[in-house]
């Protein structure tokens, strides 16, 4: 029959995620999102479209400017037909079809057309569904999709290759749709290497170079000014053209605890380089997601295809030594640990049963519930609850042996003879 976590939710909104190659401007992020505004306005059913290009710095979930996340309102209602009988079978459960002129497109088919429009734009990933169903995915695996894999590891080139073969190895399976792999790409740094002798000879220990070159290429908050209600930070640091260029960085003058006053590049190196654009971590390990989502399927069918692809992948990984692992996440999981919690507390809840049936159960209840009381000697306010729960405590004790072991006892004793008689 298949099985999924979470049924398929209708909103009335739909979410579309762009991400663009990291390092994209702007400029070109911005002409990407109106393309992709203008394609979906197209729509029919599309009433109208609202998009934010990044996130701040300080964001939860910071984003660059390559990320575009468009909302999209619709309207998907009926056009109802007059009259009293219409009335009175829309309000007959069931016979809601007969009350209609014309029904709207279904879910299904409206996301089919949005998802094809926008896969079209090129040069994009692209990420489609709705804004409580991408909220609900994020808080179960931390990203927006239905089916997450995540590649743990140190080395981030090896992540690179095992993330990119697993995105190809399961670009082909039946209904997998919105298939991305986390950018990872190589970009422009300027990177400052101190040569520990040459600090160490003008009095500089490797750490005092830090809050110095902060000021200079990071800023450094000196003030704040007031403007009306509203605070401003004043920032003090160097200009665009001094920041950018490793000539001018290594002329940077910095002064020493002796007074004596040296430039950069007589104590460290500027190298020109590149690196990560961004290193994601996950309980302080370094990890790569290839993230898709399932359209027309159920979701486990879809994910027990996508697990034996990954066989190869996690025997590779196991190879590398420990901290190497392929973790599959996202609904699936949830839907397993919510498949074996439901088990473990039904079996718990049968024995449960069985034992409320069992006057044990209950003359056990009772002690649980006088137990705070039992243990409440000399507190303030128990002075009569507390004698009280004890006298009560003593006689379902008594009760309980007599129920179990004298009454018994008696019954054999006393009933037997009156058998035999």
Known sequence: MGGE???????GTYTVNLQSVPGTSLEESTRIAR?????????PEVVS???????????????????SELDIRIDMQDKLSTGWFAWLMRSIPGLHDWGVEQRGRGHEELLGEIRERVTRIPGVQVNIGQPIS?????????????????????DLQVLREVSQDVYDSISDIDRVVDLQLEP?????????QVRRDEAMRVGLAPGDLAPLLETAYRGRVVSQIVDGEMFHDLVVWYDEGARNSPER???????????????LGQVARVVDTSGPNTIYREQVERRVVVQCNVAGRDLSRVVRDIEGRLVPFKERLGRL????????SGQYRAQQEATWRLAWLGGLSVVAILLLLKQCLGACTSFVGLFPLLAGAGEVGKEILHPLAVVVFGGMISTTLLDQLVTPALYWRMGRRRLVS
Do not use: M
């Not at 790409?185 to 400052?192: K, L, P």
């Open 184 to 192: 990872q790409v190589e970009v422009s740094q300027v990177r400052i």
């Open 35 to 43: 393309e992709c505004e203008g394609a979906l306005l197209e729509i």
């Open 5 to 11: 976590f979470l049924p398929e939710f209708q909103e």
């Open 134 to 154: 991408h909220r609900l995915d994020h808080v179960l695996s931390g990203v927006r999709a239905q089916v997450v894999l995540k590649v743990f590891g140190q």
């Open 49 to 67: 479209v609202s998009r934010r290009t990044g996130r701040a710095e300080l964001d939860e979930h910071a984003e660059g400017v390559q990320t």
């Open 249 to 263: 960085i290594q002329e940077t003058i910095l002064d020493t605890p002796s007074g004596r006053r040296v430039s």
């Open 321 to 328: 030594g420990a901290g190497y692992r392929l973790e599959l």
